[in-house]
């Protein structure tokens, strides 16, 4: 396995690893707080995040004809992987309640930010216009997908209770990471300039979002419970290091995927679960130390699964 290899896993996934470690020493040093961390989220569910989306797909709209293909796969893929762990979650979790959150934290990618960086460091341009659309598709199943399975599993009352189409509609119409996305799919596609200050202005706001949703998701990190034998958080992890990125990528290749699109569909596949999930799951009122152990854990093992997996598909000469 080359040095090259290993320096491109590490440079990408380090500097969040660092940033949930100084979430960790801020809590320890009471410059971090619960109250803080409510706050903050606030903040970045309902305006940093849904800038950064806004503008990662306005920035990189391409045309779906030249991308048709990739983007459908990405459909079918990431509905495939959710209702694989939807019916793993009813064998594996007890706790109704945090189902949910295992089910998202399994296949819920953080494509929006090291997605695209991802691209940029392997391919370059290339891969950030082969990858935005596949890109936008996905991140808004994501969002999507991740309001259903946490109001079905947070608002459900007992197993025989029916949670109403109309109460799971409204959740997505109004997530403002959903709405943040399709406005900026828009934008994109009216082909209007963007004025420098709001490029501007928008990137400072959106700067804010993965270096908040972070730190305080490493203050509410748990150690204690997250290597229990039973952690919830252990089990949503191996979905989301090692199964799905396992099955689209190989799942790509069985469809005629090769070079830069299947090199686009494992990188993002192997991105650890997107800071957004503990974001989102604080703000519907979920398990947020569990949310936050499933990113503890995951960054931690997307470093190996970047590195390893891109050796073997460089080895095999299909990336």
Known sequence: MSWETWSFAFSVTMPNLLMLLIGIALRKLNLINDAFCDTAMRVVFNLSLPCLLFFSIANHHQSFANQWLLVVYGVIGTLAT?????????????????????????????????????????????????????????????????????TRSLQRQSPEQKIPVSLLLRGIVTNPLIIGLLLGAAYGQSQLPMPGVIKQTGGFISSMALPLALLCAGASLEWRSMFRSSNVAVLSSVAKIFVVPGLLTAGGWLMGFRG???????????????????????????????????????????FFMIAIGLSVLRALNII
Do not use: C
Request: net charge neutral; proline share 2%.
């Open 82 to 150: 959710f209702l694989l762990l939807e019916i793993a979650a009813v064998r594996l979790v007890k706790d109704p309640r945090a189902r949910g959150i295992f089910v998202q934290g399994g296949f819920r990618s953080n494509t929006g930010v090291m997605g695209l960086a991802f691209a940029m460091s392997a391919y370059g341009d290339e891969g950030v216009a082969v990858g935005s659309l596949y890109l936008m598709v996905t991140v808004i199943m994501f969002n999507s997908l991740s309001v259903i399975t946490l």
């Open 260 to 302: 830069v699109e299947l090199g686009i569909i494992f990188l993002f596949s192997s991105t650890p679960t997107a800071a957004g999930s503990y974001a989102m799951t604080r703000a519907m009122g979920g398990d947020a130390t569990l949310a936050a152990n499933i990113i503890g854990l995951t960054t931690v093992g997307a």
